[in-house]
């Protein structure tokens, strides 16, 4: 599986931006998908996961702000972020997961750069 994450850009605290990540081959719909970002000087951190089924997760620290969405038909996942804050600067990376009872992804995007002015 390949994924290609895109939408990332400079916003002003408060705005918005979605993330897509879109996926080759034809079992899409049997992975989990999820993002991570990873700011300056710190690691990877989990942002949410939409899994097979459609439930979804979220980061304490955006839940509430983000919204994870999934269009099987396209192959893709959508993440809405809403009121971004200078907190949420970071590389944002999309991932694809093939057993939903194994913490570690499996496949990953090549990243996209998401950066909140103040």
Not at 34 to 40: I, S, V
Request: hydrophobic residues 30%; positive net charge; proline residues 3%.
């Amino acid at each position: 599986v390949q994924l290609q994450a895109s939408g990332g850009g400079l916003v002003q605290a408060g705005g918005s931006l979605r993330l897509s990540c879109t996926a080759s081959g034809r079992t899409f719909s049997t992975y989990d998908m999820g993002w991570f970002r990873e700011a300056p000087g710190k690691g990877r951190e989990f942002v949410a996961t939409v899994h097979r089924t459609g439930g979804t997760y979220y980061a304490v620290s955006v839940k509430g702000r983000f919204t994870l969405s999934r269009d099987n038909a396209k192959n893709t996942v959508y993440l809405q972020m809403n009121s971004l804050k200078p907190g949420d600067t970071a590389v944002y990376y999309c991932a694809a997961r093939q057993n939903s009872a194994n913490p570690k992804y499996d496949f990953w995007g090549q990243g996209t750069q998401v950066t909140v002015s103040s």
